[in-house]
């Protein structure tokens, strides 16, 4: 193999980390570790999927904050309380998550699988 081939194989791999890697500060809890959480009035509860995924099926507490809007809806969450982020399987969930620690959110979970697993 050449070098190309070499620098080819160092970007997937380095682009296959990047996507799959957990964030720092990021914690993936499952749906009963998001339950006990909707105890306590401090945390937000914010699902980011479509209107309509929304409107279809949601848990009491969550907000619908779909991911294609969130970078422009982050002014209306308080970057000091716990996030709690939920979708359909926990793939634009991750993403979110992702974005709000990038925008100085400190304390935010990850609900791993989703509405397909509440």
Same mark, same amino acid.
């Given at each position: 193999?050449?070098?190309?081939?070499?620098?080819?194989?160092?970007?997937?791999? $380095?682009?296959?980390?990047? *996507?799959?890697?957990?964030?720092?500060?990021?914690?993936?809890? =499952?749906?009963? %570790?998001?339950?006990?959480?909707?105890? =306590?009035?401090?945390? !937000?509860?914010? =699902?980011?999927?479509?209107?309509?995924?929304?409107?279809?099926? /949601? $848990?009491?507490?969550?907000?619908?904050?779909?991911?294609?809007?969130?970078?422009? =809806?982050?002014?209306? #969450?308080?970057? %000091?309380?716990?996030?709690?982020?939920?979708?359909?399987?926990?793939? *634009?969930?991750?993403?979110?998550?992702?974005? #709000?620690? %990038?925008?100085?959110?400190? /304390?935010?979970?990850?609900? !791993?699988?989703?509405?397909?697993?509440?």
């Amino acid at each position: 193999m050449g070098i190309v081939e070499w620098i080819i194989i160092a970007i997937v791999i $380095a682009f296959l980390i990047n *996507r799959f890697m957990p964030v720092k500060g990021i914690s993936n809890i =499952d749906v009963n %570790e998001a339950k006990k959480k909707m105890k =306590d009035k401090k945390v !937000q509860f914010i =699902d980011v999927r479509t209107p309509g995924e929304y409107q279809s099926n /949601h $848990a009491k507490p969550f907000k619908n904050y779909p991911l294609f809007n969130l970078k422009k =809806d982050l002014s209306s #969450l308080d970057k %000091e309380k716990e996030v709690v982020v939920i979708c359909q399987s926990g793939m *634009r969930s991750t993403k979110a998550a992702k974005l #709000l620690k %990038e925008n100085g959110f400190s /304390h935010v979970y990850n609900v !791993q699988g989703g509405m397909n697993r509440w």
